[in-house]
């Protein structure tokens, strides 16, 4: 067989559901042979849009979600994704080309991209945006570094790998007999789950045992590893209060009685309060980026004052941003699990400071601002109304932007797994396709979350859902600007390109094959989410929001104003 075929058949045998993409050069090599197998293509209207889905398959599935494409648009329009899933430890697989041309690749090339003089060089731009990238040059080489990239995509850190095909390599015939030979794939990309030494554990279960205030920050590494169960049974047996990072919003479910909320620059006042108040932090899976961390605010996290257990399944994280008084090193699940194991005798309920400081601090996901028939609508009571939709099988995804934050404060998860942002490297535009990528691997309800900005630059995603019969509710905080950049201005100091046309995007939807409808109180959008849900096709809902409700003035931690506010 060809060696495209084998690629498709080897893509079965891994069990790939979905392969996101857009057919272009070498890789129509591909969609001719996808067309015969039972794996569902999905072709959105640009490789940005098919980024983001198939990373948005990889952080749901913890598989590798596929992307394709032809190399110059894969490398540009198609990096959105695999920079998301990079700096968000999302598994994701690119299968790429580098638009050879043959014996014309050196002549004054057009779209080649294999880095000959002249032309573009794919394999710098992939270098810089996934964990690791192959080039493969035979039928044999290809399929080998196909195994590997789905090896690499999920061991240790989860992130995108990439296979450049080569413009002969991808036509010619696989020879089954060659040698060096290709292994079964099941065989081929095993991975083996890591876990911390018996010493390590040892010692941040003495730390942690002998604590009065102890403080877990729960990072995306618990939903990498799926770890929710064992970060409740920690949690209970040394009697913490739970934060979280705002990539691991939804490791906990955010009523539980130890849940405290948010940490970072616009999370929440009391979760921000309870590290800063801890004897012993346990960070699990979080890298502590600036956002976390307040920017660093000198009385936020101190390690000369504070015991830091810093788990992680990379040894160069534990101890990056703050010196860790103890490593360990592994999957989060295992290092729970571990250190449930040595847990002293007892519930932790002795620890009457956690269980008030996490009751005081989730006042916190609450506000009076408003009511619902305000219009237009508080951006807090816009929340309210889509926090009234969200159980244990609704999935929210979250744009970049005050949407996010507007979110992450007032939405209230209750079950794990059920919120993922936009928080790797927070690229607008991500909401729309993930939610479209949700409700086509999952059975559950979706509500996709964004701001006008984000949603006109992929709102033809919508037409994807059309075309695959899933009906995603999409939820449009329109405050006809780009709010968070616009909330930066001072008086006299305007800030040029922050204002949008008022866009009627209940035309442009209903354009597209959506039901779409506006929205100017918070109990008619309330009632329009629920009428989505029981439609047979995707719905935009157009909500006008008040604004002139100040995000930063509203959100922004003391922590954060210690070190000057807005970085962004």
């Not at 929340?383 to 969200?390: G, L, N, Q």
């Not at 927070?426 to 949603?455: K, N, Q, Y």
Request: hydrophobic share 40%; aromatic share 6%.
């Amino acid at each position: 067989m060809k060696t495209a075929e084998k690629i498709v058949s080897e893509l079965e045998e891994l069990n790939v559901s979905h392969v996101f993409g857009y057919p272009g050069g070498r890789a129509i090599e591909l969609f001719t042979h996808l067309s015969d197998s039972d794996i569902t293509v999905v072709r959105p209207r640009d490789e940005r849009e098919a980024s983001v889905m198939a990373e948005m398959y990889g952080r749901l599935r913890r598989e590798p979600g596929v992307l394709t494409g032809q190399g110059p648009w894969i490398g540009s329009l198609g990096a959105i994704g695999q920079m998301e899933a990079r700096l968000g430890s999302s598994p994701m697989v690119v299968l790429t080309e580098a638009s050879e041309r043959g014996e014309y690749s050196t002549l004054a090339p057009y779209q080649q991209a294999r880095g000959d003089y002249g032309g573009l060089e794919l394999p710098k731009i992939l270098d810089a945006i996934t964990k690791e990238h192959w080039f493969p040059r035979t039928p044999t080489e290809t399929v080998r570094s196909l195994q590997l990239a789905f090896k690499h995509a999920t061991a240790t850190r989860s992130g995108p790998t990439a296979v450049i095909f080569d413009g002969d390599a991808i036509t010619d015939e696989f020879d089954d007999d060659s040698i060096p030979g290709v292994w079964d794939s099941d065989r081929q990309v095993r991975n083996w789950t890591a876990q911390p030494s018996e010493t390590d554990v040892d010692r941040a279960a003495d730390r942690l045992a002998d604590a009065d205030r102890p403080v877990i920050v729960a990072g995306n590494g618990v939903h990498s590893a799926r770890a929710y169960d064992e970060l409740e049974v920690v949690a209970d047996e040394y009697g913490c209060v739970v934060t979280t990072s705002y990539l691991g919003k939804s490791t906990i479910p955010e009523i539980h009685e130890r849940a405290a909320g948010v940490i970072g620059s616009f999370g929440h006042e009391g979760a921000n309060r309870a590290v800063s108040e801890a004897d012993v932090l346990l960070v699990v899976g979080c890298r502590l980026n600036p956002m976390d961390t307040n920017w660093q605010a000198e009385s936020f996290i101190r390690p000369d004052e504070q015991t830091i257990i810093h788990a992680d399944i990379k040894s160069e994280n534990a101890g990056w941003v703050y010196p860790a008084d103890v490593g360990l090193i592994g999957d989060a699940a295992e290092s729970l699990s571990a250190l449930s194991r040595r847990a002293p005798d007892g519930d932790g309920s002795s620890h009457e400071w956690s269980l008030s400081r996490a009751a005081d601090a989730r006042e916190c996901f609450h506000s009076s601002v408003g009511s619902e028939t305000d219009s237009p609508i508080p951006p807090q009571r816009a929340v309210e109304a889509i926090e009234a939709h969200m159980d244990a099988e609704t999935i929210v995804t979250a744009d970049s932007g005050n949407n996010r934050f507007w979110l992450l404060n007032y939405a209230q998860t209750t079950a794990t797994g059920t919120y993922f942002g936009s928080g790797g490297v927070g690229a607008m535009g991500w909401s729309v396709p993930a939610a479209v990528s949700a409700s086509l691997i999952t059975d559950d309800r979706v509500i996709g979350v964004t701001g006008d900005g984000g949603f006109a630059m992929t709102m033809t995603a919508l037409e994807t859902a059309v075309d695959h019969g899933v009906s995603p509710a999409i939820v449009v905080l329109n405050d006809r600007s780009l709010g968070m950049v616009r909330q930066m201005q001072s008086e006299g100091s305007p800030i040029d390109g922050v204002e949008f046309r008022d866009t009627d995007f209940v035309t442009v939807a209903e354009g597209l094959g959506a039901n779409a409808t506006r929205v100017e109180t918070a109990a008619a959008l309330q009632t329009a989410i629920g009428d989505a849900f029981e439609a047979d096709r995707p719905t935009v809902i157009d909500a006008r929001i008040d604004r002139d409700e100040e995000m930063e003035e509203t959100l922004q931690s003391s922590f954060y104003a210690s070190v000057g506010g807005l970085h962004e």
